[in-house]
């Protein structure tokens, strides 16, 4: 009988806690430590790093991840894959050979970044625009990869393996086809395995992360949340679990909750690997923070690949004034009405507004949930996305003059104008994908 491989996730998002991941990589008797950490507009925010500095794009933690980590993955025979490249993983893989670390090698997942391929035709959103209708500075576009890309970089033995757009499941799924041989057609076993990418991908949300809910989910000692770890078997079924001196849980109901996250359509789950069919899993609660999952299938892979398409958004503006005591809402929703009316008449603005009652309405601007008028605080914030730092400035100073000229017991005013971006899908042909692997010794 062969073991089952074990996969631990050490980062969920480009942001993630590093502790969680240390402990995984030096307590969790691990196979291979998984980081995912690009998103839509993590990747569309390193396209414009790289823009004003070449040199940059890749994820900030890269070398505080790698420092903490590599040598512990790296005594105990652990691979690391990583999307950290973002929009530059040739340059990660440079920067991460240059820490120094003995032993250690890296190979470079290439080919994601198809900016090349798109022009001022290419469809946008399923069709419903054009790269031209957008009308704003193309940053960069990048294609999901799929498995097959990184399976070269892992048969090249690097220690660490990096790429920028890797699909999140895929890198999932690339370890365990590179451990039990399955075949690309296999559809049962890519819709096992993408399963584990999915349940991974997030990081803590499966350990209890995300899931807490104060009196109707507890979760215990969450500020210590383990990361997860995966236990996987050669015919594809899984055990979810974490370490067993870490906080949070592994249930039945934190598993549910992650497998149906971000999934339009249990039975049809779309991947650069398969179409994936969850709509059959069984989970079975083991006790002990241990769940098994096994029944995911599949079927033929789609066609194209979804590629990123990453813009320049301009410039975000939000200016806030807090207001409290009696009278508190009406009169923030009052101020509210000063700045749109003297930005809208006085200066001209034609951009679209968010007027925001921060614990009114900021989530669900429809609705005020009757909140009292009386005796409470509440913070307006006023909103604008512009193309220039002018306007976006002029929005900040009628929203801090509201001080004066405003309702009465207006106080506390921040704001700030920062670099945005938009982004929007489109789809190639995976022909038009080539890729490639560099390797660092």
């Known amino acids: 009988m062969t ?33 995912e950490c690009v998103g839509e507009r993590t990747l569309a925010f390193g396209h414009r790093d790289r823009r004003a500095d070449p040199s940059k794009g890749y994820n900030p933690q890269l070398e505080a991840r790698l420092r903490a980590v590599w040598p512990l993955t790296l005594a105990g025979g652990c691979t690391i894959v990583t999307n950290m490249g973002v929009a530059n993983p ?26 090349d391929s798109i022009g001022p035709d290419t469809l946008l959103d399923g069709g419903a625009m054009t790269v031209a209708d957008v009308d704003r500075t193309l940053l960069g576009a990048n294609a999901y990869l799929g498995s097959d890309a990184l399976l070269p ?54 350990t209890g992360g995300y899931f807490a809910d104060p009196g109707h989910k507890e979760v215990p000692n969450l500020a210590h949340v383990g990361y997860p770890i995966a236990e996987v078997d050669a015919d594809g079924a899984v055990t979810i679990t974490k370490l067993p001196e870490a906080g949070g849980m592994v249930t039945a109901a934190t598993v549910k909750e992650q497998l149906i ?129 002018e306007r976006a400035d002029l929005l900040l100073w009628e929203v801090e003059s509201l001080l004066c000229c405003g309702p009465a017991g207006g106080g506390g005013y921040r704001g700030r104008a920062t670099p945005s971006v938009v982004t929007h899908d489109a789809y190639l042909p995976r022909g038009d994908v080539p890729t490639s692997v560099e390797v660092f010794r």
């Not at 074990?6 to 502790?19: H, M, P, Y």
């Not at 590179?178 to 395995?193: I, V």
């Not at 690949?305 to 939000?318: N, Q, R």
Request: include cysteine; aromatic fraction near 6%; charged fraction near 25%.
């Open 3 to 35: 073991a089952p491989m074990r996969i631990g996730c050490g980062a969920g998002f480009s942001s993630d806690r590093l502790d969680g991941a240390v402990d995984l990589a030096r307590d969790g008797a691990l196979d291979a430590l998984v980081f």
């Open 90 to 115: 040739l340059r990660a893989a440079e920067v991460a050979m240059a820490l120094g670390i003995e032993g250690a090698s890296v190979a470079a997942v290439l080919g994601d970044d198809v900016t």
């Open 153 to 206: 970089a892992l048969e090249s033995g690097a220690s660490l393996v990096i790429g920028g757009r890797l699909a999140d499941p895929s890198m999932f799924l690339s370890l365990l086809r590179h451990r039990y041989g399955w075949e690309a057609d296999d559809w049962s076993l890519m819709g096992a395995g993408t399963l584990v990418g999915h349940l991974m991908e997030c990081g803590t949300q499966i």
């Open 261 to 389: 996250y971000e999934v339009h359509d249990p039975s049809a789950y779309l991947t650069p690997d398969v179409t994936a069919d969850f709509s059959q899993v069984n989970i079975d609660d083991r006790g002990g923070d241990r769940v098994l999952l096994s029944g995911a299938g599949g079927r033929q892979r789609p066609d194209t690949l979804k590629v990123t398409v990453a813009f320049d958004g301009g410039w975000l503006a939000e200016g806030e004034v807090s207001y409290a005591g009696r009278g508190a809402v009406d009169r923030a929703r009052l101020a509210g009405d000063i700045a749109e009316e003297r930005l809208r008449k006085v200066h001209g603005f034609t951009e679209d507004l968010r007027i925001d009652l921060i614990g009114v309405n900021s989530l669900h601007r429809h609705q005020d949930y009757g909140a009292p008028a009386a005796e409470t605080d509440v913070r307006l914030r006023v909103a604008g996305r512009f193309r220039d730092r």
